[in-house]
């Protein structure tokens, strides 16, 4: 997983770039790739769709991020071994219902309603349904919950199914302490992967050095760098500069984005051409491969927070999500899932022609870089959740946050 710019100097426009810092309120345009992030307002909804429809029972199941059942529908569930909890309805119909939108409230054993960025006002979630004539019908509805455990307490929880202003639907599912899969803790730090000989050979970006330089304790959060004359990074919610060879329209998005005072998330560019610009939770704009596009549509319109995007000088990509990662190329797939095994949940990823760096919340896996960027990457006093690189030596490390490192 809005507001006016106030741009603090323009250096070099045309033969460097533009650095403006955050901006102050002023109300949003909603402008940008995709739509709008985040679902807002409860959307309206079919006055009459459930007349026909009476919801006769809720079992909660326990299943993996790929829908893999571990607790079968009703049975117990215990609190080592939980990922996803998913309900399942039964219902009678006596009209079919299509493209219901229905909505949930999932409350925590201390009364609390589950909600984050993409929830809708009020709700939990949203999920579209179809409803077919007969009794004792039965329909599986998306889970909530994460593939790393350790979501659900034991405890009692309540599951409420609401449309239209009305509770349809609720009941109370007990998780139980222990189980026979361990809660996954990660209370250290490490690395993993390979390197290679390389030869340095990128142009120094030194108006992006010099302005993170300038920026000092306000630090630098991410950026993309290529190996010639392309380069970008961001500070705090919006602030940004950016070298003049970058493409016009990735420039025109920051600016627009900042203008805004939409959070700039995340940002890449190549030498080739391609450029994608991350704004608030899952807004998007860009020059992006075809099949790239259609995954960024897709996590948009599923209302997923889009952490991370990288595109290589080739075209081959990848993209990271609160809830997936996908990757154009089946060895990127492969490492991205040899890092999430050992390292949990990915925060981002670097994909270049030759290697692959992804940065979890237990360390940072990689393949096939550059020897000096192994080095800086286990040389910093803070664990990197972000590494921009290229094959030629020359990087930009970050914590996420404030804390940076570079070699450009």
């Known amino acids: 997983m809005v507001l006016i710019a106030a741009f603090i100097g323009v250096q070099g426009v045309d033969a460097q770039g533009t650095i403006a810092k955050p901006n102050k309120p002023k109300p949003s345009n909603n402008s940008g790739g995709g739509k709008k992030p985040g679902r807002g307002t409860t959307p309206a909804t079919k006055k009459d769709a459930m007349t026909y429809v009476t919801i006769t029972g809720i079992s909660i199941g326990n299943v993996t991020y790929d829908g893999d059942m571990i607790t079968y529908y009703g049975n117990t569930l215990y609190e080592n071994e939980m990922k996803y909890a998913k309900p399942r309805l039964?219902?009678?119909?006596?009209?079919?219902?299509?493209?219901?939108?229905?909505?949930?409230?999932?409350?925590?054993?201390?009364?609390?309603?589950?909600?984050?960025s993409s929830s809708p006002a009020g709700y939990t979630t949203s999920d579209d349904a179809d409803f077919s004539t007969g009794n004792s019908n039965s329909l599986v509805l998306p889970g909530w919950g994460s593939d790393d455990g350790g979501y659900y307490e034991k405890g009692i929880w309540r599951w409420e199914i609401w449309y239209n202003g009305r509770k349809l639907a609720s009941t109370a599912?007990?998780?139980?302490?222990?189980?026979?899969?361990?809660?996954?803790?990660?209370?250290?730090?490490?690395?993993?992967?390979?390197?290679?000989?390389?030869?340095?050979?990128?142009?120094?970006?030194?108006?992006?050095?010099?302005?993170?330089?300038?920026?000092?304790?306000?630090?630098?959060?991410?950026?993309?760098?290529?190996?010639?004359?392309?380069?970008?990074?961001?500070?705090?919610?919006?602030?940004?500069?950016?070298?003049?060879?970058?493409?016009?329209?990735?420039?025109?998005?920051?600016?627009?984005?900042?203008?805004?005072n939409y959070r700039l998330s995340d940002v890449t560019v190549t030498d080739s051409g391609w450029w994608c610009v991350v704004w608030n939770d899952n807004g998007y704009r860009g020059h992006m491969p075809d099949k790239m596009t259609e995954a960024m549509k897709k996590f948009n319109n599923d209302g997923e927070e889009i952490w991370s995007v990288?595109?290589?000088?080739?075209?081959?990509?990848?993209?990271?999500?609160?809830?997936?990662?996908?990757?154009?190329?089946?060895?990127?797939?492969?490492?991205?899932?040899?890092?999430?095994?050992?390292?949990?949940t990915i925060r981002s990823c670097c994909v270049t022609n030759k290697g692959i760096v992804?940065?979890?919340?237990?360390?940072?896996?990689?393949?096939?870089?550059?020897?000096?960027?192994?080095?800086?990457?286990?040389?910093?006093?803070?664990?990197?959740q972000i590494v921009k690189f290229t094959d030629s030596g020359t990087y930009l490390i970050t914590d996420g946050d404030k804390q940076r490192s570079w070699y450009m």
């Open 90 to 116: 039964t219902y009678n119909c006596t009209k079919a219902a299509n493209d219901v939108t229905l909505y949930t409230k999932i409350f925590r054993p201390n009364g609390t309603m589950i909600t984050n």
């Open 173 to 260: 599912f007990t998780v139980y302490g222990g189980g026979t899969t361990p809660t996954p803790t990660r209370t250290s730090f490490d690395y993993y992967g390979t390197t290679r000989d390389y030869t340095d050979n990128a142009k120094a970006l030194s108006y992006i050095t010099t302005t993170i330089k300038e920026w000092g304790d306000k630090g630098c959060r991410t950026g993309a760098i290529t190996e010639n004359e392309r380069g970008v990074a961001f500070y705090g919610k919006n602030g940004y500069c950016y070298t003049g060879a970058c493409p016009d329209g990735m420039k025109n998005a920051i600016k627009e984005f900042n203008n805004s």
């Open 310 to 344: 990288s595109i290589c000088e080739n075209g081959n990509w990848s993209i990271i999500t609160n809830k997936h990662w996908d990757a154009s190329h089946e060895t990127d797939k492969a490492n991205l899932k040899r890092a999430y095994e050992k390292f949990g």
């Open 358 to 384: 992804v940065c979890c919340d237990g360390g940072v896996y990689y393949k096939d870089i550059p020897t000096n960027v192994e080095t800086a990457i286990k040389d910093q006093d803070f664990h990197p």
